[in-house]
């Protein structure tokens, strides 16, 4: 079946730190890759997404980019800040044309601190 | 705000109780989708409806729960004789359509005591 493993939180950072959040996939065919993420209090929201193999994805300093041979998709970003501490999600779509049905990770709890 | 809403919020029910959550997807956005999420998990997918028409259902979605769309507008969400076992946040998402991005309510937090 399709499932996806994101690295073990909660990643706790200081502002304007590197980060990478690990994402790696099981999937048949040719999957979507999402990355969402959930702010305190709120609903999930799309990211980035990548829909082909070498595709890199971007929005707000963060990118990932769909590794095919190593079935990855890492989130990074240069320089965090403290309103990027969220919640973050490695999401999957194996294939059709529902981007709304995912296969998620378990998420990954990030703090920054000033 | 034109964004998913969901009601209630939270629920609180005795164990065998029956529960409907509600969800009121983007306008004019004609697929929707339900989703259960437990403590330290991702969500994981229960059905999703295009128009009025239940396209999918997930093998998690046991008989006791039932979801309905019936104008192909709201969504309805029911779980019978609920167990402690369906203590969850219930999340709903919509999109327009193919290949679209779909947007999240903030949950439904049902616990069961």
């Known amino acids: 079946g399709n499932s996806v493993t994101q690295m073990e939180g909660p990643v706790t950072l200081s502002e304007e730190a590197f980060l990478t959040i690990n994402c790696t996939y099981t999937?048949?065919?040719?999957?979507?890759l999402f990355w969402y993420v959930q702010y305190p209090g709120e609903g999930l929201q799309l990211l980035l997404k990548?829909?082909?193999?070498?595709d890199k994805g971007s929005n707000k300093g963060f990118e990932a980019t769909y590794r095919k041979e190593t079935t990855s998709f890492h989130l990074e970003k240069g320089s965090v800040q403290v309103s990027d501490s969220a919640v973050y999600f490695c999401?999957?779509?194996?294939?059709?044309?529902?981007?709304?049905?995912?296969?998620f990770g378990q998420g990954t709890i990030l703090t920054v601190h000033p | 705000d034109t964004g998913v809403s969901q009601d209630p919020r939270h629920k609180i029910t005795k164990r065998g109780q029956n529960v409907t959550f509600r969800c009121d997807p983007i306008?004019?956005?004609?697929?929707l989708y339900w989703y259960r999420q437990t403590l330290g998990q991702g969500p994981e997918f229960l059905t999703y409806f295009q128009n009025e028409a239940q396209l999918e259902k997930s093998r998690l979605l046991s008989d006791r729960f039932s979801a309905e769309r019936p104008k192909g507008s709201f969504s309805t969400l029911e779980i019978q004789r609920t167990e402690q076992g369906d203590s969850a946040m219930y999340l709903c998402?919509?999109?327009?359509?193919?290949?679209?991005?779909?947007?999240f309510g903030q949950g439904t937090r049902l616990t069961v005591v």
């Open positions: 999401a999957l779509n194996a294939g059709g044309t529902s981007y709304g049905k995912l296969t």
């Open positions: 999937a048949t065919g040719y999957p979507s």
């Open positions: 990548a829909t082909k193999a070498d």
């Open positions: 306008s004019e956005h004609n697929r």
């Open positions: 998402a919509s999109s327009l359509g193919e290949n679209t991005e779909a947007f």
